[in-house]
């Protein structure tokens, strides 16, 4: 059994404010519990009992500097309540965790279509039911060529090399493990992109939609 809530507003199509929550009296997931009589645990997915969950989300959007700079900002978090037991052994964790993401299209020439996209994205530590996972980020960034109906981009993933998901496991027994995952490590992304159909059509349809979006928000 679940129920959902959710509320947002609309500033001159720039800003939004959204609240989202909700509420679950029928909760899964995975859990890892001690074998007694030795040091190893075992993996078991069940029902553990009750979970509310209410994010809060600003969101920002707008061009700058005479179209040289387009920004989309997200700013917001939730706030997450667990609360139940798994094999006589209680469940309460709760905890809030702020998010953080950003991206910026930055037009470095408008004569020759060249143009440099940043994006960054953190989460901070997450509470799950039995896990806390620790505050992970990450950055992107890429140069963008167009051409005619060619797009070239060549760009960095994981600039810092920092986005390592590291977890910190309650077992409910003597003892506490972590591990971390280590499987987004910094590399090297190259795309080449043709874009099909008639530009003239494909940028009137587009105009058409936009319209219909701004119309609907009204």
Request: proline fraction near 2%; glycine fraction near 6%.
């Amino acid at each position: 059994m679940f129920s959902t809530a959710d509320s947002h507003n609309t500033l001159n199509y720039k800003y939004v404010f959204a609240v989202n929550h909700f509420i679950s009296r029928n909760s899964w997931t995975m859990f890892r519990l001690p074998v007694e009589g030795t040091n190893t645990v075992r993996s078991l997915f069940d029902n553990y009992g009750n979970s509310r969950i209410t994010t809060f989300n600003f969101m920002w959007n707008e061009s700058l500097f005479n179209n040289y700079l387009y920004v989309n900002y997200a700013l917001g978090g939730y706030y997450s309540y667990n609360k139940g037991q798994i094999e006589n052994q209680p469940v309460r964790r709760y905890g809030f965790t702020p998010t953080l993401q950003f991206m910026n299209f930055v037009t470095l020439s408008k004569k020759y279509k060249w143009s440099l996209d940043i994006y960054y994205n953190m989460m901070g530590r997450e509470h799950m039911p039995q896990t806390l996972r620790k505050t992970n980020h990450y950055m992107y960034a890429s140069i963008r060529k167009n051409l005619k109906q060619w797009t070239f981009t060549a760009g960095v993933y994981n600039i810092f090399n920092s986005y390592n998901e590291e977890y910190s496991v309650n077992t409910g027994a003597d003892y506490n493990y972590a591990f971390t995952m280590k499987n987004n490590p910094r590399n090297v992304q190259v795309g080449v992109t043709y874009n099909f159909g008639n530009q003239k059509v494909k940028g009137s349809r587009n105009k058409r939609t936009n319209n219909e979006i701004k119309r609907r928000l009204q």
